[in-house]
T-cell receptor, first 111, second 114 residues
Framework: RKEVEQDPGPFNVPEGATVAFNCTYSNSASQSFFWYRQDCRKEPKLLMSVYSSGNEDGRFTAQLNRASQYISLLIRDSKLSDSATYLCVVKAKTSYDKVIFGPGTSLSVIP | EPEVTQTPSHQVTQMGQEVILRCVPISNHLYFYWYRQILGQKVEFLVSFYNNEISEKSEIFDDQFSVERPDGSNFTLKIRSTKLEDSAMYFC????????????FGPGTRLTVL
């Protein structure tokens, strides 16, 4: 099983739609979770951290289910500017910090 | 807003040559990282650096790679003898102390090995 897996995508949605991305991780010792977005040929940019109780930032909602080792990202009222690849990132808190990126899910928001 | 910077933006080199990729992390950050992304593939962790030493490295980070923080601001990645398969985008990232340790990425250096 891969360390971090994501929906392969691509997701093509109309403006205004709600879209959800899923991510699973294999290491139960993982302690920190993030969603990043990456535009074509650009650096990953932090979108939001994912907290145990779930958290919301405007149109974006992240959820964590430790028992199922599952993370989700919900985007409401999609904008054209949301078109990007969304990366699930998992970090294990050990004596050394290893960060694992998922392969990403591509989103295209269509006018 | 403070940001991570990287130079050069694009480096072309011949196979077997040494390259040094440079990064200036955000000034009050304590954790530094290098990642690479081969075109069309996922971002891969190479190495983390804290308190002037490597804290974690991946299996990709073999003896031909090294990192250094030569002064208070720069963080460098050296590849001693480049191979064709080293062609990739190399991202530097930095993070402040803290349990969540969110990382902020530089714009990357595109390395092309001919």
């Amino acid at each position: 099983r891969k360390e971090v897996e994501q929906d392969p995508g691509p997701f093509n949605v109309p403006e205004g739609a709600t879209v959800a991305f899923n991510c699973t991780y294999s290491n139960s010792a993982s302690q920190s979770f993030f969603w990043y977005r990456q535009d074509c040929r650009k650096e990953p940019k932090l979108l939001m951290s994912v907290y145990s109780s779930g958290n919301e930032d405007g149109r974006f909602t992240a959820q964590l289910n430790r028992a199922s080792q599952y993370i989700s990202l919900l985007i409401r009222d999609s904008k054209l500017s949301d078109s990007a690849t969304y990366l699930c990132v998992v970090k294990a808190k050990t004596s050394y910090d290893k960060v694992i990126f998922g392969p990403g899910t591509s989103l295209s928001v269509i006018p | 807003e403070p940001e991570v910077t990287q130079t050069p933006s694009h480096q072309v080199t011949q196979m077997g040559q040494e390259v040094i990729l440079r990064c200036v992390p955000i000034s009050n950050h304590l954790y530094f990282y290098w990642y690479r992304q081969i075109l069309g593939q996922k971002v891969e962790f190479l190495v983390s650096f804290y308190n002037n030493e490597i804290s974690e490295k991946s299996e990709i980070f073999d003896d031909q790679f090294s990192v250094e923080r030569p002064d208070g601001s720069n963080f460098t990645l050296k590849i001693r003898s480049t191979k064709l398969e080293d062609s990739a985008m190399y991202f530097c990232a930095s993070g402040a102390s803290g349990s969540y340790n969110e990382q902020f990425f530089g714009p990357g250096t595109r390395l092309t090995v001919l």
